[in-house]
């Protein structure tokens, strides 16, 4: 398409080319300086004491059939549920989490420096289980209980809170509170006024234990075989914030 009159003919009194003077506008339009902003992101924390406790508790056993072996495994891990919802453990708390058959072999040194075969020796069952005790005060007797009836790995405790919605509403508030102060501490050492918020986003809170211990938390049952301590569990929230810099 050509140029049209009048850029011609304001191109030929300045005696410049015609491509030259047609792009002028587009200059001018993509030279906008942009909105002067500071961001910053805060990070907010909060911790209170865990309400509940999931366990990862496995039966293995092993056996020269794998039916043998299964019976075994199958005798332990119900004594092992019944003592569990004995101990008012619900339905709903006690839940599968792993199952598996797996054949176990030996491996005879060479004498002659030939390669040997491998021998069929036994059968491994490993039937794994997750619970979650919501009596904290219960804890210990339930794996004292565990162990006894079968249970002869796993044991992994991971400490949490059923609702933890409270907690993480006074983490996502600190976090923002530390955010402005970040922004606030920017502007002064810039020598500029902070402005509106222009954008805000969160990142996923994760829960994660801290090594802080209280005696109300949970005390050792006396009859407990196995003592624990259920510190407390801290909930980080971070924020990214965008302010503009007020004109």
Do not use: C, H, W
């Amino acid at each position: 398409m050509l140029p049209n009159t009048r850029t011609i003919a304001f191109s030929l009194l300045l005696g410049l080319p015609i491509a030259a003077v047609t792009a002028l506008p587009a200059l001018g339009a993509d030279s906008q300086p942009r909105e002067a902003v500071i961001s910053v992101s805060g990070e907010g924390q909060s911790s209170v004491a865990p309400d509940m406790a999931v366990l990862n508790l496995s039966v293995v056993k092993q056996a020269k059939t794998a039916r043998e072996a299964l019976d075994e495994n199958n005798k332990s891990m119900n004594d092992v549920l019944a003592a569990l919802k004995k101990a008012g453990i619900a339905e709903r708390d006690l839940q599968t989490s792993g199952f598996s058959v797996q054949p176990q072999y030996s491996y005879p040194q060479s004498n002659d420096g030939q390669p040997q075969s491998p021998q069929l020796i036994a059968y491994q069952v490993s039937n794994s289980l997750s619970v979650r005790v919501r009596d904290l005060s219960k804890l210990g007797v339930i794996l004292d209980e565990a162990v006894t009836l079968g249970v002869n790995q796993g044991g992994d405790i991971q400490f949490t809170n059923d609702k933890p919605e409270k907690a993480m509403e006074e983490a996502r508030k600190n976090a923002v509170a530390n955010a402005i102060a970040k922004a606030k501490t920017l502007a002064v050492a810039a020598d500029v006024k902070l402005g509106r918020v222009i954008e805000i986003s969160e990142t996923s809170p994760r829960p994660q234990p801290v090594p802080v211990y209280r005696a109300a938390m949970m005390k050792e049952a006396a009859d407990s075989a196995v003592p624990v301590q259920g510190g407390e569990t801290s909930y980080n929230i971070t924020v990214n914030v965008t302010f503009s810099i007020a004109q």
